[in-house]
């Protein structure tokens, strides 16, 4: 019952140019655990989202949801349990394997290349994924398809006027605007946004929300988000977890009538 | 229009450049040919060595060890084997960088501090070998006599000012390759290294590989540079490659502008010139040496050209807000 595949180079390569598969979930996550020496971060968490599926993960601070990211991006490797992209075993790969099979994800604390250009850390997310990564006696400006595709991403994300402003000197909105694009330059399968609107204004927390419903219905997302009005206005279904256990699941009705899930956010009587 | 004063610097950089470095070495005399001969030499090595300070973000204290063992391949090779040019060329760069893929594998995963230790370390093992192996190196005593090579062209290279030429020819072709490796596909993916490799992992980079092959890249540069070391010379030491001579290097990039390629190897120009100039008149080359890098740290932390770029910029707002007003 066990015999999950594993992926092999050539399938790697080969999954980038599929179609997806409607019929199976695009991510499975089975009794996944993570221990900090004594501290169990996430304790047995089982997850389903089905290919295209919008999903918000919530709950209090410290019930694992940012660890459940590093789980299945790589980051960290799991105390026990599986994660299955697909329908394959990805549990023991490295993170830059998931990320060529098409996971991506973006950071709560903004982590970007500083002192590179707006348009260099596009570039970055661009040519991560082609084998010309390697090329060291060619230079990169000569590759025009990359360069082009750079530059219509830049015009796509609004971010064509400041593409030589070196990142470091943006504002935090707009940093937390390349957070997100650079996950979105490498055209990703499933995409883990970690608070994409942590730290915004009310207007650019709109601005990103739009951003984010004219996405690709192909492109399956998992969000962490603490405000409602994005989790509510965004997601059909979401999963609530609290110190690192899976709590409830369902739609946002579901959800806010809960009374365990009012207890912990409103706190008991 | 607006970069106008950028290109007019870069105009009047390359001019002087070309004449201090092709139009008029045959009017310098000997000691001068023999100083910029030596400033070119160390222009690659701290070029090599930028490669992974100012593009990798990883700063190596044993950089010095490769630029000795390609130095050391190339001296006994010719003076005990008697091996032509192209022989001893070869086999040094080829060992160095040999034992710099044994030493990447050891050094790729650390970073910051504990890159540092380890290439000291792994550095000073170099300098112990050429230090104790002494029958195939002789030790303290170093190796002595190597002789100019035959090129197999109508030029002696015995005389100074060809050889001098020639070390131009193969500083350029360095500078070339090198412009373009930093400006390649790869050359990008290491500047993201050192800003955030753990945002690079999660884009789907293997940082690890893109580290060890920087080094392995650093340090094969870096052994053209001692092979070219050991041909002017016509000797080589243990000290050569000793933890001084590696600190040497690093306060070449660091004067010059990390990041710059260019920068370190007017740092090496600087460096050499200071050295050979001040031990003319004292033994303490080592506290003048501590006090330029005290100097640059305080006044110039980014380095000579990373200021000058500033510099540009900062006249450049200006003139743009007086065209504003």
Same mark, same amino acid.
């Given at each position: ?12 390569i ?21 221990d ?7 304790? !047995? ?20 949801? /940012? $660890?459940?990211?590093?789980?299945? *991006? =790589?980051?960290?490797? +799991?105390?026990?349990g ?9 549990? =023991?790969?490295?993170?830059y ?6 996971i ?12 590179? &250009?707006?348009?260099?850390?596009? #570039? ?16 990169? *400006?000569?590759?025009?398809r990359?360069?082009?595709r750079?530059?219509n991403?830049?015009?796509?994300? !609004? ?11 943006? +504002? ?7 957070e997100?694009?650079?996950a ?7 995409? %883990?946004?970690?608070e994409?609107?942590?730290? #915004? *204004? ?17 492109? &399956? ?15 059909e279904?979401i ?14 009705e579901?959800?806010?009538n809960?009374?365990?899930?009012q ?7 | 229009?607006?970069?106008s ?8 950089? %390359? ?17 001068w040919?023999?100083?910029? &001969?030596q ?11 930028d490669?992974?300070?100012g593009?990798?973000? %990883?700063?190596s ?19 005990r ?16 960088t040999?034992? +710099? ?15 540092l230790?380890? $290439? %000291? ?6 300098w ?8 195939m190196t002789?030790?303290?005593? !170093? ?18 000012? /060809? ?11 360095? #500078? ?6 930093v ?6 993916s ?13 884009? =789907?980079?293997? $940082?690890?590989?893109h ?13 053209v540079? =001692?092979?070219?070391w050991?041909?002017f010379?016509g ?42 100039f001040? *031990? ?6 080592l506290?003048?040496? !501590?006090t330029?890098y005290i ?19 900062? &006249? ?10």
């Open positions: 019952m066990d015999m999950v595949e594993k992926f092999t180079r050539k399938e790697i080969a999954r980038l140019k599929m179609e997806i598969d409607y019929s199976t979930p695009c991510l499975v996550v089975e009794n996944l655990t993570k900090f020496g004594g501290l169990r971060a996430v304790d !047995g968490v089982n997850l389903t989202i089905q290919p295209g599926e919008r999903r918000v993960l919530m709950g209090p601070n410290g019930a694992g949801k /940012t $660890t459940l990211f590093n789980l299945v *991006s =790589g980051i960290y490797p +799991s105390s026990g599986r994660i299955l992209y697909f329908d394959k075993d990805v549990t =023991g790969l490295p993170s394997r998931r990320a060529a099979l098409g991506a994800r973006t950071y709560q604390i903004t982590n970007l290349f500083p002192n590179l &250009t707006v348009s260099e850390n596009i #570039l970055m997310a661009c040519q991560a994924l082609v084998r010309m990564k390697f090329v060291m006696f060619r230079p990169l *400006s000569s590759y025009h990359l360069m082009d750079c530059n991403l830049l015009k796509e994300f !609004g971010l064509w006027e400041k593409r030589n402003e070196l990142v470091k000197n943006l +504002s935090h909105g707009d940093q937390r605007q390349i997100v694009s650079l979105l330059a490498e055209k990703p399968r499933l995409l %883990l946004l970690d994409p609107a942590a730290g #915004l *204004s009310s207007a650019e927390t709109h601005a990103l929300t739009l951003l984010l419903k004219k996405l690709d219905s192909s492109i &399956t997302i998992l969000l962490i988000e603490h405000d409602m009005d994005v989790a509510f206005e965004f997601a279904r999963t609530v977890l609290y110190q690192g256990k899976f709590l409830a699941e369902g739609t946002k579901e959800v806010k809960n009374p365990t899930v207890e912990i956010y409103l706190g008991s009587e | 229009m607006k970069d004063l950028a290109q007019k610097t870069k105009i009047i950089g %390359l001019t002087l450049a070309f004449l201090v470095l092709v139009v008029m070495p045959p009017f310098y005399t000997s000691y040919i023999t100083l910029f &001969t400033m070119l030499i160390y222009g690659i090595l701290a070029m090599s060595l490669i992974l300070i593009y990798t973000g %990883l700063s204290f044993g950089h010095a060890g490769f630029f000795g063992s390609s130095a050391y391949v190339v001296a006994v090779l010719a003076t084997y008697k091996m032509g040019f192209l022989t001893c060329f070869v086999s040094g760069i080829v060992v160095a040999g034992i +710099s893929m044994i030493f990447g594998l050891l050094v790729a995963h650390a970073t910051g501090v504990y890159f230790i380890i $290439t %000291l370390a792994l550095g000073m093992t170099l112990g070998l050429a230090f104790r192996w002494v029958n002789g030790g303290d005593n !170093g190796i002595s006599g190597i002789p100019r090579p035959d090129l197999g062209l109508p030029i002696s290279l015995k005389d100074p000012l /060809t050889f001098y030429y020639v070390i131009l020819i193969f500083f350029l072709i360095c #500078l070339f390759l090198m412009a373009i490796y400006r390649s596909p790869f050359g990008h290491l500047k993201g290294v050192r800003e955030s490799e753990s945002r690079m992992r999660v884009l =789907g980079y293997h $940082t690890w590989l580290k060890y092959m920087s080094y392995v890249s650093a340090a094969a540069f870096g052994s540079a =001692g092979a070219l050991a041909y010379d000797f080589i030491s243990p000290y050569n490659m000793d933890l001084t001579a590696s600190i040497e290097i690093i306060l070449m990039v660091i004067l010059g502008g990390p990041g710059t390629l260019i920068g370190p190897a007017l740092g090496a120009g600087i460096i050499v010139f200071l050295k050979n001040i *031990s003319a008149y004292t033994q303490r080359w506290l003048i040496l !501590g330029i100097l640059t740290i305080l006044y110039a932390p980014q380095g000579l050209m990373n200021l000058l770029k500033d510099w540009l910029k900062g &006249t450049r707002r200006k003139t743009q807000v007086k065209e504003a007003s």
